[in-house]
């Protein structure tokens, strides 16, 4: 069983930064491929950045060079970086830890709202 716990969402103006953060549990925090998903109101959940155990990223296009992913394994967290902030980007964002093959968990969700 693997809790996450994500914080750092709030309201800010277009243009602006956030970053969030995603406390996790258990001991094997080091192996988890951990990302952030973010899901706007009726709209699907989709991937924002992922990070693996060995630290490679990947970032979906709409915020490649703006987001950045990052992750400390000694405090078991990982964080998402957000700049130059634009209304789009309004959505409940989500930590994911994956596991195994088949298994992942999911925080929360901190809700982020970009004013224009």
């Known amino acids: 069983q693997v809790q996450l716990a994500e914080s750092g969402g709030g309201l800010v103006q277009a243009g602006g930064s956030l970053r969030l953060s995603c406390a996790a549990s258990g001991s094997r925090f080091s192996i988890y491929a951990m990302a952030w998903y973010r899901q706007a109101p009726g709209k699907q959940r989709e991937l924002v950045a992922a990070?693996?155990?060995?630290?490679?990223?990947n970032y979906a296009d709409s915020v490649k060079g703006r987001f950045t992913i990052s992750r400390d394994n000694a405090k078991k967290q990982v964080y998402l970086q957000m700049n130059s902030l634009k209304p789009e980007d309004t959505a409940v964002y989500y930590c994911n830890a994956q596991v195994a093959l088949m298994s992942s968990y999911w925080g929360q969700g901190t809700q982020v709202t970009v004013s224009s």
């Open positions: 990070i693996t155990s060995g630290g490679s990223t």
